[in-house]
């Protein structure tokens, strides 16, 4: 199955550094953020998983629960996390999957069916592609994924700041323009029709379709 902004996000249970876990069941009502990792003690994971630790109270005002995923087993994945406190200075305190038989990553797409049902064996460049982040919505649909090549780490402000934005549109009927952060001004998302002689502002409909080359965009300031 291919997964798409808006595909139901699959459900799975698996073992994870807090035990077995039901992936929707744990989400509940919260949003929710899945990201991927190639292979324990990889050193671009571990800042990743240190950085998210620190920030992890900013997902928690968002109601956003995070949870990771790596291709090793729990044991390997409680080593890391002294590891990871060691090289960052905090032990993240959220669940990371140990998808030793690459089913999660397979669920997700990130490896091919082919790619066998065991991580012993595999190194992190066989594994490259489980670097994926996707964000879930509470209606358990996927709203954002972005994948990273190995060498360059995650940029969770960013991730924050598609989840500000998603969360305000899925309430308001607005949009968010490029580098936008909370508290500037948004697209609305129908305009009145407005002419003359050096410009058009057409009537924009929600999927912004009708908006015509060159045409206006109102920006309003965010209530």
């Known amino acids: 199955m291919t997964l798409k902004i808006n595909s139901l996000a699959p459900d799975f249970t698996a073992e994870t550094s807090e035990g077995k876990l039901s992936f929707h069941e744990w989400l509940g009502d919260s949003w929710g953020v899945l990201f991927s990792h190639p292979k324990d003690f990889t050193p671009v994971c571990t800042t990743e998983l240190g950085a998210l630790a620190k920030m992890k109270p900013e997902f928690e005002k968002r109601n956003v629960k995070v949870m990771g995923l790596s291709v090793d087993p729990v044991s390997d994945h409680v080593k890391w996390l002294d590891d990871i406190k060691d090289v960052c200075g905090l032990k993240p305190n959220y669940p990371i999957i140990a998808d030793e038989k690459l089913e999660v990553a397979k669920l997700y797409n990130m490896l091919e069916g082919d790619a066998g049902t065991t991580s012993m064996g595999r190194?992190?460049?066989d594994n490259e592609t489980v670097r994926t982040v996707y964000v879930v919505r509470p209606d358990k649909r996927i709203g954002l994924f972005l994948t990273y090549p190995m060498t360059t780490g995650r940029n969770f402000n960013e991730i924050l700041r598609t989840i500000d934005s998603m969360q305000r549109t899925a309430i308001h009927k607005i949009a968010t323009p490029a580098d936008w952060k909370p508290g500037e001004k948004v697209i609305i998302g129908k305009i009145r029709s407005i002419s003359s002689n050096s410009f058009v502002v057409a009537e924009m409909m929600w999927s912004f379709n009708l908006l015509p080359l060159?045409?206006?965009?109102?920006?309003?300031?965010?209530?």
């Open 123 to 125: 190194t992190a460049v």
């Open 214 to 223: 060159g045409g206006v965009v109102r920006m309003v300031g965010e209530e």
